[in-house]
């Protein structure tokens, strides 16, 4: 059961957007709508910021954006600030079989 | 306010059997998939299982199945994680989060994390 793939790590520029890929397969991201994204800071918990592919739950910024075109599910963070500074983490849960994706570290320059 | 709470950190020696705690509150315990994650140090989040409390249906990822016991009390809103025999590869924080829906996906919230050491 592979994890998803994600970029080890982007970078941008307060003010810019910036894009984090995540690839399944057909037999996840391609099929399921129930891809979700998580910020984690350091020493703390993960924090859901996207689920069922594009919705954000009340409190989320709407910087925050998830989109989807085959088996890649991509989230996109408009206007960084600097506490966008985190990791990201994308989930697929078809069903009950859930994966993560690798992590992807965002740096704001 | 939905919340976990989950147990305190642990230090273990190897073989040792070790169980930790997520109790549930805010909601109702036995309508929502709860999950376990494991996080070793300095690196990313790994799925571990489900527990469905309300008749304790479990689904375990293949990585750990035979590994760890997932169980839940409904009198307490409690979830567990269990390990028979601890190994120092079992070092990590240890999330339990609830799912919001299998349709949707998506866990929400997640406990605050309970950091497992193992070592002689």
């Known amino acids: 059961q592979s994890a998803l793939t994600q970029p080890a790590s982007v970078s941008g520029s307060p003010g810019q957007s910036i894009t984090i890929s995540c690839t399944g397969t057909s037999s996840d991201v391609g099929t399921y709508n129930t891809v979700s994204w998580y910020q984690q800071h350091p020493g703390k918990a993960p924090k859901l910021i996207i689920y069922?592919?594009?919705k954000r739950p009340s409190g989320v910024s709407d910087r925050f954006s998830g989109s989807k075109s085959g088996n890649t599910a991509s989230l996109t963070i408009s206007g960084l600030q600097t506490e966008d500074e985190a990791d990201y983490y994308c989930?697929?849960?078809?069903?009950?079989?859930?994966?993560f994706g690798g992590g992807t570290i965002l740096t704001v320059l | 306010e939905v919340q976990l709470v989950q147990s305190g950190a642990e230090v273990k020696k190897p073989g040792e059997s070790l169980k930790i705690s997520c109790k549930a509150s805010?909601?109702?315990?036995?309508?929502?998939?709860i999950g376990w994650a494991r996080q070793m140090p300095g690196k990313g989040l790994e799925w571990m299982g489900l527990i469905y409390p309300g008749d304790s249906d479990t689904r375990y990822s293949p990585s750990f199945q035979g590994q760890v016991s997932i169980s839940a009390d409904k009198s307490s809103d409690t979830a567990y994680l269990q390990w028979s025999s601890l190994k120092a590869s079992d070092t990590a924080v240890y999330y339990c989060?609830?799912?919001?829906?299998?349709?949707?996906?998506?866990?929400?919230?997640w406990g605050q994390g309970t950091l497992v050491t193992v070592s002689s």
């Open positions: 989930c697929s849960s078809a069903t009950t079989t859930v994966k």
């Open positions: 069922a592919g594009t």
């Open positions: 989060a609830r799912l919001l829906s299998t349709g949707t996906g998506g866990f929400d919230p």
């Open positions: 805010g909601y109702s315990f036995t309508t929502y998939w």
